[in-house]
């Protein structure tokens, strides 16, 4: 114990309240994708009990903008992606959208940023992609024409923006997108003031590579490592600053050097699959503990292509999202649990608690930072189902061929025994087996779960996933 204790000890020199909630550079992400989350009245209070003083939406919500109007902190509000297009092609729908959703709140509710979209070039929407940056523009003039300037407008990327990220020097957007579309989005930037914003996760090329990337590199550990890029001669020290230099140097190429730079999302999940590594709290509070010491920090770090230069921040995120889909780290990654109680064990009205041992009992060091090796399997969760709910995700399974649920049929060697139950057993786990590489994950709307105990049966051996 005194081992762990004084690991944490080396991260939990910063005080969580102070310097990851309190500071003016640090914000976090409210979403709301979940069934089970406390209301946004009570999520407001937990907000300022944290000391938050920016907080992201992922929409506009009349209800949370309302309750916001109460507070001090600083908001920025989102167009839905499936409203780009109809802004980008008609003026007047972009005054009645800030009609609707910045006047009627504004300025009791601090709102200072407009974000047009997110992650718009990770969807295979040419057409979004081009009316991406006159959305903005026509939101931008309809703030304009009602006096308001400290409102900037702006729109998330996901590091998908790159063709290439390593070394960071090499950074350049990709050749898919087309070209005027990205200098028309940097142009608009530069004349703005605004900032690039970009979703930015260490935890996605590490996990990807765990065997050859440090973890403490990723994580922020200040240590003996560094990284020399081979054509700019800078030294990085950190994941983070690499990924963030790849964008500033595809910013270059374009010809735009001086364009401010914020983390949209970023973020460490604490819990995860079987076959995703890393994904734990300990992990995750040394992260952002390690992030709140970099992005805090006075004179500013910035980063080795950009150093001296303020980097607004915002973590993802501030609950666990029960019903975001994919694999298990999606739904991990929350300051609070649905009941608002602190995932890492931590007092966030206070300090992190080194000393605690009771909380730092909940961090002990993770055994999962190296890939599990071995057979996998996808079973129902333990949590209480109902036939009802099954069916259709048995449905689903069974029906998408490659003789998924042969075994199922009667006569098969899983046909018994016949329950609902235990055929969702074999039909997520054969499903996951054959699909899995085409990027299916064991979720079926929360219904699964991978496990590592072998749950065949008889002459009924249920296909696994082998890693």
């Not at 649990?337 to 009771?358: E, N, T, V, W, Y």
């Given at each position: 114990m005194k081992t762990t204790i004084l690991a944490l000890s080396l991260c939990y020199i910063v005080s969580l309240s102070s310097a990851l909630l309190g500071s003016d550079k640090i914000g976090i992400n409210y979403g709301r994708i979940g069934n089970n989350l406390p209301s946004p009245y009570r999520s407001i209070e937990l907000l300022q009990s944290m000391n938050v003083r920016h907080v992201k939406l992922y929409d506009s919500d009349p209800e949370v903008l309302k309750l916001l109007s109460e507070t001090d902190i600083y908001v920025s509000i989102m167009v839905p992606n499936d409203q780009i297009s109809r802004i980008a092609t008609n003026r007047s729908e972009a005054d009645q959208w800030v009609n609707q959703n910045?006047?009627?709140h504004y300025p009791s509710t601090k709102i200072r940023f407009v974000l047009v979209g997110n992650?718009?070039?990770?969807?295979?929407?040419?057409?979004?992609?081009?009316?991406?940056?006159?959305?903005?523009?026509?939101?931008?003039?309809?703030?304009?024409?009602?006096?308001?300037?400290?409102?900037?407008?702006?729109?998330?990327?996901?590091?998908?923006?790159?063709?290439?990220?390593?070394?960071?020097?090499?950074?350049?957007?990709?050749?898919d997108i087309p070209v005027q579309v990205m200098r028309s989005l940097m142009k608009f930037l530069n004349g703005t003031r605004s900032f690039f914003f970009l979703d930015v996760y260490p935890f996605f090329p590490w996990s990807k590579n765990p065997t050859t990337m440090s973890l403490d590199f990723a994580l922020l550990k200040e240590g003996n490592q560094t990284y020399t890029d081979p054509n700019s001669g800078l030294i990085y020290t950190n994941l983070l600053d690499q990924m963030l230099d790849s964008v500033n140097f595809a910013m270059v190429k374009l010809g735009f050097e001086g364009i401010r730079m914020a983390i949209?999302?970023?973020?460490?999940?604490?819990?995860?699959?079987?076959?995703?590594?890393?994904?734990?709290?300990?992990?995750?509070?040394?992260?952002?503990?390690?992030?709140?010491?970099?992005?805090?920090?006075?004179?500013?770090?910035?980063?080795?292509?950009?150093?001296?230069?303020?980097?607004?921040?915002?973590?993802?995120?501030?609950?666990?999202?029960?019903?975001?889909?994919?694999?298990?780290?999606?739904?991990?990654?929350?300051?609070?649990?649905?009941?608002?109680?602190?995932?890492?064990?931590?007092?966030?009205?206070?300090?992190?608690?080194?000393?605690?041992?009771?909380?730092?009992?909940?961090?002990?060091?993770p055994v999962n930072n190296r890939p599990y090796k071995g057979k996998i399997w996808c079973v129902l969760g333990t949590k209480?189902?109902?036939?009802?709910?099954?069916?259709?995700?048995v449905e689903f399974a069974c029906l998408q061929g490659n003789t998924t649920c042969n075994e199922l049929a009667p006569g098969g060697a899983c046909y018994t025994p016949v329950s609902i139950m235990s055929h969702a057993n074999y039909a997520f786990s054969s499903y996951w087996a054959k699909f899995r590489g085409d990027g299916a994950s064991c979720y079926f709307d929360g219904l699964a779960v991978q496990t590592i105990i072998d749950p065949s049966h008889g002459s009924c051996k249920f296909p696994s996933v082998t890693v």
């Open positions: 910045v006047l009627t992650e718009v070039f990770s969807y295979n929407d040419r057409q979004m992609w081009l009316d991406l940056v006159p959305a903005m523009r026509y939101i931008r003039k309809s703030l304009s024409e009602q006096n308001i300037h400290n409102i900037k407008v702006g729109t998330p990327v996901a590091m998908d923006v790159l063709e290439s990220s390593f070394p960071p020097s090499a950074g350049k957007f990709r050749s949209a999302e970023t973020g460490w999940p604490h819990e995860g699959d079987i076959d995703q590594p890393g994904a734990k709290a300990y992990n995750s509070a040394t992260y952002l503990c390690n992030l709140a010491a970099k992005m805090s920090y006075e004179p500013p770090l910035g980063t080795p292509a950009r150093p001296g230069v303020d980097i607004p921040t915002f973590i993802f995120s501030l609950y666990d999202e029960n019903q975001k889909p994919g694999p298990g780290t999606e739904r991990h990654w929350g300051l609070l649990s649905s009941s608002g109680r602190s995932i890492h064990q931590m007092d966030l009205a206070g300090s992190c608690p080194a000393g605690d041992k009771s909380r730092a009992r909940h961090l002990a060091k209480t189902t109902r036939e009802v709910d099954l069916a259709p995700a």
